[in-house]
């Protein structure tokens, strides 16, 4: 009974840390398959699997220490393995993937400049006139970005998922209770979050929890009700140079190195590792995550950046060249909503507006002014993103769609 104990229990948490290393710890992904179940599972029961787990070794250990059961070379070996995909795994997820959804810096453009080039793609928030610009390479790895007093008063978190290219502001909270945010994982190459007060994932992409998904009518792109979705922000894109033209009191977000020591070597590898990662996957055209569930559609190359709108179970999404070759004004509609598609070349940006005056928009600036009436940015924009990642999560998106009074 005591070898049948040992080896039983070696075997029981050996298993789960290498489905903990195989779900979260996101190495395996660079080369095999994992389903979006069995990362959910993981992601809801992450502390029960963790104490199964080192109960196990705990009676594996007692039984081979204290009555001498099982080989020792078995026994370490695996101790070894499991505490080692362990500690990685928790240390990569919990401490390398830490956030700052309420503890980030802004800084002055002034001392944004020696850390950020003028062409550098920024992410943008905007609130009663105060800006928040988001360097890519800055808030890559911590992932989320916000404060606790808030953008101009409002609850309102920047989310960065590196894979998806993908920027979007969104109030963590939902049906007035808050949402505690932590990043944990990614699939379908978009950030997978915990809601940890209810331990539910949620997808970036989407805004909503995994549990509040309506899969009988429009499938998982759409919640049970609306409100069930955190309430998005309109989140835009720019360089960096467009940015201290439009704000010139704008805010820049700086993921400074922090004053621990263990935790600033921590940084310093995990940036390392992302940088090599992201930089091949923004240069070659297969993704170097592969947890796709769908077969990469082809009306695109990869990796092109796109801007998609998803309303109700319609979806769309444009590239910027095309609104260039038309002239810089797409005029288009959307689940029902009218919307205007612009470029602006001086700002170097790309933006989407909702037009509520019943007429198509031939003239309009950065500002949503046009000749009659003056525009607000649609919330429901995903600025920038790369093509095989909207098209895995919109599979029926229609493409550079217009009016036919364009």
Known sequence: MG???????????????????????????????TKRKHVDRFIRHEYRFLAIGLTAWTVSAVTHLGFGSGLGWVFWIGTVLTLGLVAFTWIYVHLG???????????????AKEFV?????????????????????????????????????????????????????????????????EVLAQHGNNLVLRDNNTGEPLQQ???????????????PACPLRPTLTMRPW????M????????????????????????????????????????????????????????????????????????????????????????GGVVNAEVGGQTLVLSWDPIFESLNIWVNETGEAVTQIDFWGKTPNAHLERSADVKPGMFWHVWAEFFPHTDINRVNQSN
């Open 3 to 33: 070898e049948l104990l040992f080896y039983l229990t070696s075997a029981i948490s050996l298993f789960i840390a290498l489905i903990y290393f195989r779900d979260l710890g996101d190495i395996p992904q660079l080369f095999i398959t």
């Open 97 to 111: 993937l830490r956030n700052q959804k309420d503890k980030a810096k802004f800084f002055s453009i002034e001392e």
């Open 117 to 181: 080039s003028p062409t550098t793609q920024v992410i943008v928030l905007e609130n009663n006139g105060v800006a928040r610009a988001h360097p890519q390479s800055q808030i890559m790895r911590p992932h989320l970005a916000g404060t606790e007093k808030g953008l101009a008063g409002e609850n309102v978190v920047m989310t960065f998922c590196a894979i998806a290219n993908l920027g979007l502001g969104y109030t963590p909270e939902v049906e007035g209770e808050k949402v505690e945010l």
């Open 205 to 219: 992409i989407y805004g909503f929890r995994a549990k509040d998904q309506d899969v009988s009518s429009d499938g």
């Open 234 to 237: 309109p989140t835009f894109r």
């Open 239 to 326: 360089t960096f140079r467009g940015f201290q033209k439009a704000f010139p009191d704008g805010q820049v977000f700086l993921n400074k190195p922090p004053s621990n020591p263990f935790l600033c070597l921590l940084d310093m590898a995990m940036e390392l590792a992302f940088t090599a990662t992201i930089q091949k996957h923004h240069t070659e055209a297969k993704p170097i995550m592969q947890n796709l569930e769908r077969p990469i559609d082809p009306r695109l190359p990869t990796k092109s950046y796109v801007w998609g709108v998803n309303i109700g179970g319609d979806a769309c999404c444009w590239t910027d060249d095309f609104v260039v070759e038309n």
